[in-house]
C-alpha cells in the first residue's frame, strides 16, 4: 500500500499552475490569456476562466439564425468594444444590421463593418484573413455549412490574436467534431429566456442546461421590419482585398454610414 500525502501532490499542482491546458478530470480549465464577462453571472460560472475567452473560436450552435444570437452576445459586445475598441465584424449575418439598434448597444458603430459572403468557403476566408492580421477585433460569422478543416484552420489563426470569435452554427453541427474548444448550443425557451447547453468546453462536463434571461425586447430593435432607412452599408466578400484586410486591420479603413 502507499500512502497518498499533501507533499506528494505538489509536482502535479505545480504542473496544472504552469500549464492551463492540463487540468483534472473533475474541474474546469484555468486560462493565462483574457476573458470577457458574459454579462450572465450563472454562464460565466461554467465558462472557462469565468467568462468568453479571448483567442480562441466559440461555436454557437441554433436551430435558427437571428433568433437568440444577440441576446446571448450583447453584454459582451458592448464590454469588449468599451475596452478594446476594436473593429466589429460581421460576416454573412442573417439579417440585416441596423444601426439605430447598434448604437442602442453602445458599439463603435463607425467602427463595424458588414461583409456579404453567400458561400461557405468565402466565410471562412474572410474570417481566417481577418483574425491573421488583425490585433483587436470583435468577430462574428454565421456559417450554416463548415468543414471540420475550415474551423481548425480559424483556431489556429486564433490563437495567436487578441480578437474574440464567435461562430454561428446550426445546432445539428453539435453531431461533428470541431476545433473549437468551447462550443454551446442556444435555445429560445421562453419570452425573453434562452436555454443554454454546455456542449464542450476544457473541463468536466455539465450535466445540466442554464437558463438565461436575455436581453429585455430580445433582438426587435438590431434587425428592421422594413428596409432600414439607417443601413450599414455592406461589402461583398470579393471586395476584401489584402489592403483592405490591413486598413480594417490597423483601424484605417471606414466605409460610409448614412448618419440619422
Given at each position: 500500500m502507499y500512502s497518498s500525502s499533501p507533499a506528494s501532490h505538489r509536482p502535479l499542482q505545480d504542473l496544472l499552475q504552469r500549464v492551463p491546458a492540463v487540468w483534472p478530470?473533475?474541474?474546469?480549465?484555468?486560462?493565462?490569456s483574457n476573458v470577457v464577462s458574459s454579462?450572465?453571472?450563472?454562464?460565466?460560472?461554467?465558462l472557462p476562466g469565468g467568462g468568453w475567452p479571448?483567442?480562441?473560436?466559440?461555436?454557437?450552435?441554433?436551430?435558427?439564425?437571428?433568433?437568440?444570437?444577440?441576446?446571448?452576445?450583447?453584454?459582451?459586445?458592448?464590454?469588449?468594444?468599451?475596452?478594446?475598441?476594436?473593429?466589429v465584424v460581421m460576416i454573412g449575418p442573417p439579417n440585416e444590421p441596423y444601426l439605430p439598434g447598434l448604437r442602442r448597444m453602445d458599439?463603435?458603430?463607425?467602427?463595424?463593418?458588414?461583409?456579404?459572403?453567400?458561400k461557405p468557403a468565402e466565410r471562412a476566408?474572410?474570417?481566417?484573413?481577418?483574425?491573421?492580421?488583425?490585433?483587436?477585433?470583435l468577430l462574428?460569422?454565421?456559417?450554416?455549412?463548415?468543414?471540420?478543416?475550415?474551423?481548425r484552420r480559424l483556431q489556429v489563426c486564433a490563437q495567436s490574436s487578441s480578437s474574440l470569435i464567435f461562430v454561428f452554427r446550426p445546432e445539428l453541427a453539435a453531431r461533428?467534431?470541431?476545433?473549437?474548444?468551447?462550443?454551446?448550443?442556444?435555445?429560445?425557451?421562453?419570452?425573453?429566456?434562452?436555454?443554454?447547453s454546455i456542449h464542450k468546453r476544457r473541463g468536466a462536463p455539465v450535466p445540466e442546461p442554464l437558463v438565461l434571461q436575455s436581453?429585455?425586447?430580445?433582438?426587435?430593435?438590431?434587425?428592421?421590419?422594413?428596409?432600414?432607412?439607417?443601413?450599414?452599408?455592406?461589402?461583398?466578400?470579393?471586395?476584401?482585398?489584402?489592403?483592405?484586410?490591413?486598413?480594417?486591420?490597423?483601424?484605417?479603413?471606414?466605409f460610409e454610414l448614412v448618419s440619422e
Amino acid at each position: 500500500m502507499y500512502s497518498s500525502s499533501p507533499a506528494s501532490h505538489r509536482p502535479l499542482q505545480d504542473l496544472l499552475q504552469r500549464v492551463p491546458a492540463v487540468w483534472p478530470a473533475d474541474a474546469v480549465a484555468t486560462r493565462s490569456s483574457n476573458v470577457v464577462s458574459s454579462g450572465f453571472a450563472a454562464l460565466d460560472a461554467v465558462l472557462p476562466g469565468g467568462g468568453w475567452p479571448v483567442g480562441d473560436v466559440i461555436e454557437l450552435l441554433t436551430p435558427q439564425f437571428g433568433v437568440v444570437d444577440w441576446s446571448v452576445l450583447s453584454p459582451a459586445a458592448k464590454a469588449f468594444s468599451t475596452d478594446h475598441a476594436p473593429r466589429v465584424v460581421m460576416i454573412g449575418p442573417p439579417n440585416e444590421p441596423y444601426l439605430p439598434g447598434l448604437r442602442r448597444m453602445d458599439l463603435p458603430v463607425d467602427r463595424v463593418h458588414w461583409v456579404v459572403a453567400n458561400k461557405p468557403a468565402e466565410r471562412a476566408w474572410v474570417a481566417e484573413q481577418l483574425v491573421k492580421c488583425s490585433s483587436a477585433m470583435l468577430l462574428m460569422v454565421w456559417m450554416s455549412h463548415a468543414r471540420a478543416d475550415q474551423i481548425r484552420r480559424l483556431q489556429v489563426c486564433a490563437q495567436s490574436s487578441s480578437s474574440l470569435i464567435f461562430v454561428f452554427r446550426p445546432e445539428l453541427a453539435a453531431r461533428e467534431s470541431s476545433a473549437s474548444p468551447l462550443r454551446l448550443v442556444l435555445r429560445p425557451k421562453a419570452v425573453n429566456q434562452i436555454e443554454v447547453s454546455i456542449h464542450k468546453r476544457r473541463g468536466a462536463p455539465v450535466p445540466e442546461p442554464l437558463v438565461l434571461q436575455s436581453v429585455s425586447g430580445g433582438i426587435d430593435h438590431l434587425v428592421a421590419r422594413i428596409k432600414p432607412a439607417v443601413p450599414v452599408e455592406p461589402m461583398h466578400a470579393t471586395e476584401v482585398t489584402s489592403d483592405v484586410v490591413g486598413r480594417m486591420a490597423s483601424n484605417e479603413a471606414h466605409f460610409e454610414l448614412v448618419s440619422e
